[in-house]
């Protein structure tokens, strides 16, 4: 079994990510031999990064960024949900990503899904140079919603041909992940 953690990097109680974040998950686990699970930035309760010394160099003293290095230490990879905020990603993930051990992600594939009015591929292509520390395998199929096509009123509706977007990222990231596995 390949698991893999969905992260959602809005933390506003109405996200419109979360529905994306659950089909995400519910989609990745249609691939034979993954597991998916949500990873809600809200829930692991993190406080803005004030530690003494960079996580490359010693684990966070905060038992919140502990435990979400141990957390994500779990996982053989990770599809990270964004919103775009100021034609990047909200300040919430940053500051998740800042927490982060650069061992907890080495050798892993990263899958990306962004949503704004302009398809949250800013975020995305910030992603790409945020994580370039950390040694991850970025897959190339990405999944692009635009918040004028594929919600209607607030609810999720993603367009057709995005229906088999989600399962043809994560078998590239399986994929990754086998050929990655001695490198980890
Ligand atoms: C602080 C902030 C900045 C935003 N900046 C952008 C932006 O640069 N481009 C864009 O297309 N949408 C932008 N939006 C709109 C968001 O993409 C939209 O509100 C989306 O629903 C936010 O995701 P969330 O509901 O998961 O938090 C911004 C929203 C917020 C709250």
Known sequence: MVRFAVILGSVRPASVGAPVAQWVARKASTVEG????????????????????????????????????????????????????????PGVLKN????LRPGVLAYKPVGLVGYSYYNGIRPLEHLRDILSGFDVSFVNPEVLLSLRADFTEGAFTPAAYHEDEVPAMVRAMVARSQALASLR
């Open 34 to 89: 993954v597991q998916a699970d949500v990873i809600t930035l809200a829930e692991l309760g993190l406080p803005f990064f004030a530690e003494p010394v960079p996580p490359s160099l010693a684990a966070p003293t905060d038992p919140a960024g502990a435990a979400w290095n141990e957390r994500l230490a779990a996982y053989d990879g990770v599809v990270i949900v964004t919103p775009e905020y100021d034609h990047s990603v």
């Open 96 to 99: 998740a990503i800042d927490f």
